[in-house]
């Protein structure tokens, strides 16, 4: 379980302006769900990603992981090291993370996220979407615990996507947590256990989706989020 | 621990290398020692002293220059842009990621300079067919004081941008080769503690001049202090940071 008691941070900008990206923060992840992070940009999302990796020092509150503290990240924009293949940044994923036998793990993940074809191309030959591809089966390959993603569908097309939401379904079924924040309402209902909406570093919404609006359709969930988001403004 | 640090140093040799970063640097040390060197065969005859002179203050040259792009390329990773997830959402500690940088930068640097070194006596060798080993004690001692230089541009990385970081390199580098002057301005404790905590290139410069192997175990293990301090501090500044 992942447990966020009360988390507080603030910026200052540069013109001496504070502001609050967690202001009073609780949320609690179960083992083994795959959990939506949603809001508008700047809501606190990728701060609260952040704390999850004690990336950022939080003025105040506190993180407990209860399973085996072994997470994996994919973030949004891809930051994979440059002049190396597909197959070698699985390898690299998996020796940062401590794994001292993998192959077995990379031929998976390459099965997985369908990369065979891309396996001995440099990563920075491919395009936006297979970029994408990889930084998420880099992030899965070592088998974390908790595997968190950071908007997994933004960049991708319409098959892509379709591979994701397959994948996520699979990591599920192999016992991951897995948390991913998105700003796409029409991937929750089909991707995610639990959701919470996120507004102005806090928790706005946390449970079901069908807790949340029991109408499935896009239409529906955007016409709550927006209500939901202009009643905590 | 290890395996992480290792893991970072090789990506940073082999992305060096497949860019081509040694070979480049080789592409322009070779036709300017071969100027020099059919220079010095066609007019005034061969003189090792002026070959070994002009090819190490090459060596010296390029070596900073291979430092300062290697360093901005993998260093200054992205202070005022994205952070590096790659590295930090997979690594337990922060200071493993700049001590892997910072030994895949070194490695880089002592090859480059062994291949400079090579090259160089190569040159000797096959105009005087005699073995001049003087080139590889130049490398070594530039290597140390350059190692020195990348921990301290490891440390200003961690809160300074490039710009301003090698601002302050340039006044950095006039004081390391000032320490003996600075010393005989502030005779006093105080002054002795804050510049033993400054380089002293000066120490780098006399062991050139000085053949005895004492003296070069001498600025290897104060070049591995020196280093191990500056990255100590960077990793104690880059722990406290928001990413």
């Known amino acids: 379980m ?29 083992d083994n769900e795959v959990f939506a992070l949603a809001g508008i940009n700047g809501a606190g999302k990728t701060t609260v990603l952040k704390a999850l990796f004690k990336l950022i020092n939080l ?12 997470l994996g990240f994919a973030p949004e924009i891809p930051d994979l090291p440059e002049f190396f293949t597909v197959k070698e940044i699985l390898e690299i994923s998996c020796r940062l993370s401590g794994k001292k036998s993998y192959n077995d793990l990379i031929n998976k993940t390459i099965e997985l996220f369908e990369l065979h074809t891309l396996q001995n191309k440099l990563v920075s030959t491919l395009s936006k979407g297979n970029k994408q591809r990889v930084s998420l089966a880099s992030a899965v390959v070592y088998k974390p615990d908790i595997i968190v993603f950071d908007e997994p ?4 097309d319409p098959l892509g996507r379709k591979l994701i939401k397959s994948v996520i379904k699979e990591l599920k079924s192999e016992g991951h947590t897995l948390v991913f924040s998105t700003h796409i309402l029409a991937d929750l209902p089909e991707l995610c256990d639990k959701m919470a909406i996120v507004h102005k570093g ?32 | 621990m290890l395996q992480p640090i290792i893991e ?8 060096s290398l497949r860019k081509g970063l040694v070979v480049s640097a080789l592409l322009i040390m070779f036709p300017l020692l071969l100027g020099a060197w059919l220079f010095e065969a066609s007019n005034t005859g061969f003189q090792t002293g002026f070959l070994i002179d002009a090819g190490t203050g090459l060596m010296s040259l390029l070596s900073i220059i291979t430092l300062c792009v290697l360093s901005f390329e993998h260093l200054f990773w992205k202070v005022d842009q994205q952070t590096p997830w790659f590295y930090f959402s997979r690594l337990k500690s922060r200071t493993s990621f700049l001590i892997g940088k910072y030994l895949g930068i070194n490695f880089v640097l002592c090859l480059e300079l062994i291949v400079f070194a090579l090259l160089l006596s190569l040159i000797i060798f096959v105009t005087t067919r005699s073995m001049v080993l003087l080139p590889f004690k130049i ?16 440390l200003l990385s961690t809160f300074l941008s490039k710009l301003m970081s090698v601002g302050m390199m340039l006044p950095i580098f006039f004081i390391s080769y000032s320490i003996p002057y ?4 502030m005779p006093n404790w105080f002054g002795e503690i804050i510049l033993s905590l400054l380089p002293n290139s000066n120490l780098f410069e006399f062991a050139i001049e000085n053949n005895e192997i004492s003296y070069l175990i001498l600025i ?4 591995i202090f020196m280093s191990s301090f500056y990255i100590t501090l960077a990793g104690l500044v880059l722990r406290h940071k928001d990413l």
């Open chain 1, 2 to 30: 992942i447990k966020f008691e009360n988390l507080h941070k603030s910026y200052k900008t540069k013109d001496n302006e504070i502001i609050k990206a967690l202001d009073g923060f609780n949320l609690e992840i179960s």
């Open chain 1, 59 to 70: 003025d105040n509150g506190k993180i407990e992981i209860t399973q085996p503290n072994s």
């Open chain 1, 153 to 156: 569908t933004s960049g991708l």
């Open chain 1, 202 to 233: 806090k928790v706005a919404f946390s449970g079901k989706v069908s807790e949340f609006c029991n109408d499935k359709s896009l239409e529906a969930l955007e016409k709550k989020f927006a209500n939901l988001v202009s009643l905590e403004a």
């Open chain 2, 8 to 15: 970072i140093a090789k990506i940073v040799v082999f992305a």
């Open chain 2, 139 to 154: 490398a070594f001692i530039i290597w140390l004081e350059y190692s020195l230089l990348l921990s301290i541009f490891t």
């Open chain 2, 182 to 185: 600075l010393k005989s301005l």
């Open chain 2, 220 to 223: 290897l293990l104060y070049s």
